[in-house]
């Protein structure tokens, strides 16, 4: 059987946004709280049902983030990490694509 981290190893997404930091302005910059939240707001993060993964300015195709989804929830199924009272819990994945940040929101990292 093939182990769900294994499949999520094996997925490269790679997203050529195009343009120029000169028209990078014109993209909104996303703040961390004001990103959908995909349990809730499906539809704004690209979603049919509700899931681990928002996409609001729709970098991936439908079926690319079906397939994320679909990797996500594998996981959850597939893994089991003990915890410090005893109980066994799954890893649960989630992920935001944004094509840009606001700067105030970055932890580190070059700001230009």
């Known amino acids: 059987k093939k182990s769900a981290l294994g ?9 050529q946004l195009g343009g120029t ?3 990078a302005a014109a993209v909104e910059a996303w703040r961390l709280g004001s ?7 499906k539809h704004a993060c690209g979603l049919e049902e509700a899931g681990g993964l928002c996409d609001p ?12 989804v679909n990797v996500m929830l594998a996981i959850r199924a597939d893994t089991s ?3 410090p009272d005893g109980s066994e819990k799954s890893f649960e994945v ?3 694509l944004v094509q840009r940040m606001h700067p105030d929101d970055w932890v580190s990292g070059d700001k230009k």
């Open 94 to 96: 989630a992920a935001a």
């Open 57 to 68: 300015d729709g970098i991936l195709s439908p079926e690319a983030r079906v397939k994320v």
């Open 21 to 23: 930091a000169d028209n």
């Open 81 to 83: 990490v003990k915890c």
């Open 7 to 15: 499949a999520l190893i094996g997925i490269v997404i790679f997203q």
């Open 35 to 41: 990103i959908p939240n995909p349990y809730e707001q």
